[in-house]
């Protein structure tokens, strides 16, 4: 879900958040950038262009270099 308000210094910021992505704001000159960029975003969403951090937080390097190791004493010499 996106928000949309105007700051002290008349500027933009687009605010958006969904279960499950990082959130994500940005800020702009223009009320029409903003409005542009959050439905950029959502749709990049819907559409799943964006990466889903929330498996990412639960991978430790550890497991990472233990996986790369059972899959590299796999492959022939």
């Given at each position: 879900?996106?928000?949309?308000?105007?700051?002290?210094?008349?500027?933009?910021?687009?605010i958006?958040?969904?279960?499950?992505?990082?959130?994500?704001?940005?800020?702009?000159?223009?009320?029409?950038?903003?409005l542009?960029?959050?439905?950029?975003?959502?749709?990049?969403?819907?559409?799943?262009?964006?990466?889903?951090?929330?498996?990412?937080?639960?991978?430790?390097?550890?497991?990472?270099?233990?996986?790369?190791?059972?899959?590299?004493?796999?492959?022939?010499?």
């Amino acid at each position: 879900m996106a928000t949309i308000r105007q700051r002290k210094n008349k500027s933009w910021q687009g605010i958006i958040r969904r279960k499950g992505f990082p959130h994500q704001s940005r800020v702009f000159k223009l009320k029409s950038d903003t409005l542009k960029w959050v439905r950029s975003v959502e749709v990049s969403f819907d559409q799943g262009y964006q990466f889903n951090h929330s498996l990412v937080s639960k991978t430790l390097l550890s497991d990472l270099i233990e996986r790369y190791g059972r899959k590299r004493s796999l492959l022939p010499r």
